[in-house]
């Protein structure tokens, strides 16, 4: 009797070992642990969704679109956790750059704040609302208030000047690429809604170098020389 109530005594201890490690890893396999470390988060690589509940720090070699490069900044900016220790924005800007849509919970002195991220496509807004579907499908409407920070980055303008601009959510249109962030864990409201509009400029081929004329050669039989343009 003794030793059968040890060995499930040793299987329970393994099942919850187990269970406790699979449930970190979900939870943040990589990185430090930070505001963002419990973040549950979709990636994405390009336009192939890598799926619902990988890790925060995204697949390994994640492709990084330029939209994604535009918008994140302002996704870790909105992170209100401790700011004290060196790295901390790096370490949220990383963890979320590959992210389609994202849940975190940070403590405030009035207790848990849960927060909502998501990036994508507009597909409806109003003076009081905006609706963002990800890439995956997954939609999302925010309510907008007079607190709500609205930034819009003009991808056509100079390099240098691309930096976002105050704005406000009548310039933001249905189609437009966006990025909003939010709390509240049903009905969000918006704290930053980041819209982007136009295109990059495209790369102009860089013009190649003539070619050199070839050097003069020397016939041995005649000792003449000729040259090739």
């Known amino acids: 009797m003794s030793t059968t109530r040890t060995t499930r005594s040793r299987l329970l201890a393994l099942g919850l070992a187990g269970a406790t490690a ?15 470390a419990d973040a549950k988060v979709t990636t994405a690589s390009s336009d192939a969704v890598a799926g619902a509940g990988t890790t925060a720090s995204g697949r390994p070699g994640t492709v990084v679109d330029a939209d994604t490069a535009a918008l994140v900044p302002a996704m870790a900016a909105a992170d209100p956790g401790p700011a004290g220790k060196a790295g901390r924005k790096g370490d949220a800007r990383d963890r979320l750059i590959r992210a389609l849509h994202a849940t975190w919970v940070t403590m405030s002195k009035q207790g ?30 925010f309510t907008a208030n007079s607190a709500t920070m609205v930034k819009q980055r003009d991808l056509s303008a100079p390099k240098g000047q691309r930096k976002p601009v105050d704005s406000s959510l009548s310039t933001v249109s249905v189609g437009a690429r966006a990025l ?16 982007l509009t136009g295109q990059r400029p495209a790369k102009t081929a860089q013009p190649s170098a003539p070619s050199s004329p070839s050097a003069p050669s020397v016939s041995p039989s005649t000792g003449a020389s000729s040259s090739t343009s």
């Open 22 to 36: 699979l449930s970190l890893s979900a939870c943040s396999k990589t990185g430090p642990a930070g505001p963002l």
């Open 112 to 141: 848990p704040v849960t927060h909502q991220a998501i990036r994508g496509e507009v597909t409806a807004v109003t003076a009081t609302s905006v609706t963002v579907k990800a890439k995956d499908g997954y939609s999302l409407t």
């Open 180 to 195: 909003v962030v939010g709390t509240g864990a049903t009905g969000p409201t918006a704290t930053r809604v980041v819209s």
